[in-house]
């Protein structure tokens, strides 16, 4: 089976009232790994919102990851959490959310940072912005051959992330990418599941990788 290389960022500030109807028409096009980024800070919004999404994942065979709140994803029972550099220790992450949990985090250009987040216990180390972020305006630039040398070196699998689109997609998964993190190409398009079928016919698309 080939990988489906979608990791669909549900970004509440955009998506708001369509962010379970969007999901669900992202999951319909086969995508596999969900994250749930909300900054919004209200506490009720984020566990009604991350429960339903939790439901939907578990309905379509996908993983549900929370961005930033280790916390939120030990409550509503999600398959892990991604964490920024100032988002807490993921060592701790670890202690809470257990061994089986996927714990993925940031490492910006820094195959420094990918070696530390590895011995902190990462599941995948993630990269970027590749290429201008509508979602994220002020995310600090990465190259493309990062990828080559994490690939290498790290031992990890590898998630690209930052203006990532179908047009520019296949330079990330060549250069090493194991998945596309991917936000605003996905969820405004006038058909998300369409579109999120259409990376599936991606070159470079790999074999199933199991974490
Ligand atoms: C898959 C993936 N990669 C990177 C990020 C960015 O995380 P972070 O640096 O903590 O920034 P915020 O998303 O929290 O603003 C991510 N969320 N997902
Ligand atoms: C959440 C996030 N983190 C980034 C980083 O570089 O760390 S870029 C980004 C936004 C990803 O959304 P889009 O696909 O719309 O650019
Ligand atoms: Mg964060």
């Given at each position: 089976?080939?990988?489906?290389p979608?990791?669909?960022i549900?970004d509440?500030?955009?998506?708001a009232e ?9 999951l319909?096009?086969?995508v ?8 919004s800070?209200d506490?009720?919004?984020r566990?009604r919102?991350?429960?339903?999404l939790?439901t939907?994942?578990?309905n ?15 409550r ?6 991604h ?5 807490g ?19 910006h250009d ?12 990462a ?15 002020d995310?600090p630039p990465?190259?493309?051959d ?9 031992g990890?699998?590898v998630?690209?992330i930052g203006?990532?689109t179908?047009?520019n997609?296949a330079?990330?998964l060549?250069a090493g ?6 936000s605003h190409?996905?969820?405004?398009a006038?058909?998300?599941e369409?579109r999120?079928r ?8 790999r ?5």
């Amino acid at each position: 089976m080939p990988l489906h290389p979608l990791y669909a960022i549900a970004d509440t500030t955009a998506l708001a009232e369509r962010l379970l109807p969007a999901a669900e028409a992202a999951l319909r096009g086969g995508v596999r790994w969900l994250q749930y980024r909300d900054k919004s800070g209200d506490q009720a919004r984020r566990l009604r919102e991350a429960t339903a999404l939790r439901t939907l994942c578990l309905n379509h065979g996908a993983r549900l990851i929370i961005n930033d709140d280790p916390e939120l994803a030990l409550r509503v029972q999600a398959d892990g959490v991604h964490l920024g550099q100032t988002d807490g220790d993921p060592v701790r992450a670890r202690q809470r959310l257990g061994s089986r949990a996927i714990i993925g985090i940031t490492c910006h250009d820094s195959i420094a940072l990918a070696q530390h987040a590895k011995c902190a216990g990462a599941s995948y180390v993630a990269f970027g912005r590749f290429f201008p972020s509508r979602t994220k305006p002020d995310a600090p630039p990465a190259p493309a051959d990062l990828l080559t040398r994490a690939r290498a070196t790290v031992g990890l699998p590898v998630v690209a992330i930052g203006g990532i689109t179908l047009e520019n997609g296949a330079s990330l998964l060549e250069a090493g990418a194991d998945w596309l993190a991917v936000s605003h190409d996905l969820f405004s398009a006038p058909d998300i599941e369409r579109r999120a079928r259409t990376y599936l016919t991606l070159p470079c698309c790999r074999e199933e990788t199991v974490l």
